[in-house]
T-cell receptor
Framework: RKEVEQDPGPFNVPEGATVAFNCTYS??????FFWYRQDCRKEPKLLMS???SGNEDGRFTAQLNRASQYISLLIRDSKLCDSATYLC???????????FGQGTRLTINP | SQTIHQWPATLVQPVGSPLSLECTVE??????LYWYRQAAGRGLQLLFY??????ISSEVPQNLSASRPQDRQFILSSKKLLLSDSGFYLC?????????????FGPGTRLTVL
């Protein structure tokens, strides 16, 4: 079993729709959680950290469920520029190393 | 905030040739540094990480090596490239204090081994 698992997609949704991604992790000792965004042929960029209480940044909401070892990302009112691959990331070993999921590819259609 | 430089941006090398990829960081001191590889259509694989000068931890056995000769310089090398070494090589940087060590990535080097 992979340490971090994501639905690879692709997700094709119309502009303005709400889309949700899920991610599960296997190591209960994982300490920190992030969502990264990667555009085609570019480096990953940090989208948001995921805090235990859940957090929101504009149209993006991230939630963490430690009991179920589950992380989610919700994008509301999706824009064309949201098209990208979204990477779920968890830390291990004293938060010095990140473990990346395979990514979920999202395409927003006009 | 830190800036991460990587070069070259693109590289085409024959099988069996040597490799040297360089990563330098500005705007931070004593960072943790990382080398990742992303094969076509696949996720990021951590290759090496370093918490200080001369300190290298290897994640997977392979024909690659890493060195950190200076605080903000991280080098990825190979004596003889394999076809399977093709991929997108990313250098990343993170602070080394606190629990939330967010990592930031350089622009990457796209390597094709023929």
């Amino acid at each position: 079993r992979k340490e971090v698992e994501q639905d690879p997609g692709p997700f094709n949704v119309p502009e303005g729709a709400t889309v949700a991604f899920n991610c599960t992790y296997s190591n209960s000792a994982s300490q920190s959680f992030f969502w990264y965004r990667q555009d085609c042929r570019k480096e990953p960029k940090l989208l948001m950290s995921v805090y235990s209480s859940g957090n929101e940044d504009g149209r993006f909401t991230a939630q963490l469920n430690r009991a179920s070892q589950y992380i989610s990302l919700l994008i509301r009112d999706s824009k064309l520029c949201d098209s990208a691959t979204y990477l779920c990331v968890v830390t291990r070993q004293g938060a010095q190393k990140l473990v990346f999921g395979q990514g979920t590819r999202l395409t927003i259609n006009p | 905030s830190q800036t991460i430089h990587q070069w070259p941006a693109t590289l085409v090398q024959p099988v069996g040739s040597p490799l040297s990829l360089e990563c330098t960081v500005e705007g931070t001191s004593n960072p943790n540094l990382y080398w990742y590889r992303q094969a076509a259509g696949r996720g990021l694989q951590l290759l090496f990480y370093s918490v200080g000068i001369g300190q290298i931890s290897s994640e997977v056995p392979q024909n690659l090596s890493a060195s950190r000769p200076q605080d903000r310089q991280f080098i990825l090398s190979s004596k003889k490239l394999l076809l399977s070494d093709s991929g997108f090589y990313l250098c990343a940087c993170a602070g080394n204090t606190g629990a939330y060590n967010e990592q930031f990535f350089g622009p990457g080097t796209r390597l094709t081994v023929l």
